[in-house]
């Protein structure tokens, strides 16, 4: 007789967290390049794992950049079809220093697993694979749905590969509706489903002076200063209460339906315990009128991630710098743009540059924000599954992150998203220590496959 989902999980706990710790010492840092044969072994790796679990028609697909792993079952007839998508490439690691552990020596520590890519994305899109074998095991080498996997290596810089891949294949990758896990639960314990994401227009803001970096003693008080003038520009984008002053920033808005404003009201949020563990402050910002809850999920954002220019090192050079960089973002909402958007902050930048001081805006990527229908088939199957693995009732929330490929399966391939995670809000995505609750990978192997099971028995 063949095991139960859970027997066939627990008695695989040891070898599941083995190949995952294997798969978490690649250091699949996408966005180095000299890190561009550790992503190609995170490739193989992903490719060998989906062979391994039992999926067919196993493809590493080169592209411009890093590469896309593809496979699939389809014995299903009549089954709906799911397509799994995940990523294997992880953020850089710094500042190493403040690593309790190696970032890519997984380390267990008070029930979780501490390492680069934990969470984002590896562990989360590992439990898709374990799923698949643990029902190839339960189901004598058959599975309830039919199932595509689509992962990529260029999440975490934007994802420009899988967005020219997919509208060129169409047909390959049709499906009835997409799975991603790469969120979190709401809190410890609570089944969540998000059905809505920000969307992104990440940019790098470039000003330029004088000719050449100039003598402070020589030059200063009469020659202009990139740097300067770069902070004295992007002083001007908000208000002391963080609204953004960008003209037509927020025309396009659209505001969450008054049940979903109230639904997040009766959530557990506790602002304090928020602005302690999480933000770790001594306050918060943003626009007062809000609650906290609406500012990092349903309003936009502008913010400033890095500025380079001029003389960081040890000691002391007095010079007046040439040139100064920025790293900026929008976080934006449903009805916004990325293109329009982009447009209104570069015409804002040509508006408002200093005196002496010209600068340019290049967009790095792009992608739209996504709210899912809540009432769509496979949200209420996967909202069961929660439900009947943790025992406890699904809740509904947005992210207020972006997931670019979330809005090109709606837009090429007209299916929606089921965001499915197993994270926690206290992981350190991109932070030093990140993190993955051991027990939250084990269980979201068995909702996952608790998800396919039902959805499969529904027959689409």
Not at 162 to 187: G, H
Not at 309 to 324: D, L, S
Request: aromatic letters at 8%; a negative charge; charged letters at 25%.
């Amino acid at each position: 007789m063949p095991p139960s989902t859970d027997d066939f999980v627990s008695s695989n706990r040891e070898r599941f967290l083995e190949e995952l710790n294997e798969f978490l010492r690649i250091p699949s840092i996408s966005t180095l390049p000299e890190h561009k044969d550790d992503v190609a072994r995170a490739a193989q790796f992903t490719a060998d794992s989906l062979k391994k679990a039992g999926l067919e028609n196993i493809e590493i697909i080169p592209t411009g950049g890093h590469p896309l792993v593809y496979a699939d079952w389809l014995h299903a007839p009549g089954a709906p079809t799911v397509l799994c998508y995940g990523h294997y490439d992880v953020q850089p690691p710094d500042p190493l220093e403040l690593w309790e552990s190696p970032p890519f020596e997984p380390t267990l520590r008070n029930g979780n697993l501490y390492a680069r890519g934990s969470a984002d994305d590896k562990g989360q899109m590992y439990m898709h694979v374990k799923a698949v074998e643990t029902l190839m095991a339960v189901h004598g080498g058959k599975l309830p749905v039919n199932l595509k996997f689509l992962v990529e290596g260029e999440e975490e810089i934007g994802g420009k590969s899988i967005a020219a891949f997919v509208p060129e294949n169409r047909e390959k990758l049709k499906a009835d509706v997409a799975l991603v896990s790469d969120t979190a639960l709401y809190a410890e314990g609570v089944p969540t489903l998000c059905i809505g994401l920000r969307g992104l227009v990440y940019m790098e803001v470039e000003a330029k002076g004088p000719g050449r970096d100039l003598h402070s003693g020589l030059y200063g008080g009469a020659a202009p200063n990139a740097v300067y003038g770069l902070v004295e520009l992007l002083g001007k984008a908000k208000d002391a209460d963080g609204r953004i002053l960008i003209p037509g920033f927020y025309d396009e808005v659209a505001e969450p339906a008054a049940a979903e404003i109230e639904s997040w009201k009766s959530l557990p949020f506790d602002e304090a315990a928020f602005l302690k563990h999480e933000v770790g402050s001594p306050r918060l910002t943003g626009e007062p009128d809000r609650m906290i809850l609406e500012r990092v999920w349903s309003r936009p954002t502008l913010e400033v991630h890095g500025i380079a220019g001029g003389f960081t090192g040890a000691g002391a050079k007095t010079v007046i710098p040439a040139t100064a960089t920025a790293k900026v973002s929008m976080r934006l909402v449903p009805d916004q743009e990325p293109e329009k958007m982009f447009e209104r902050f570069s015409a804002w930048v040509a508006a408002n540059q200093p005196q002496g001081v010209s600068f340019s805006v290049r967009k790095l990527s792009g992608a739209p924000s996504t709210v899912v229908d809540p009432d769509h088939p496979a949200i209420a199957y996967a909202a069961e599954a929660f439900e009947e693995v943790m025992k406890a009732k699904t809740v509904f929330i947005r992210s207020g992150g972006s997931i670019p490929i979330v809005g090109e399966f709606a837009h090429h391939l007209g299916i929606p998203t089921v965001l499915m995670g197993f994270g926690l809000p206290d992981d350190g995505l991109h932070s030093p220590n990140e993190k993955y609750k051991l027990d939250n990978f084990y269980l979201g192997i068995m909702t996952v496959a608790h998800f396919f099971e039902k959805y499969g028995a529904s027959r689409g």
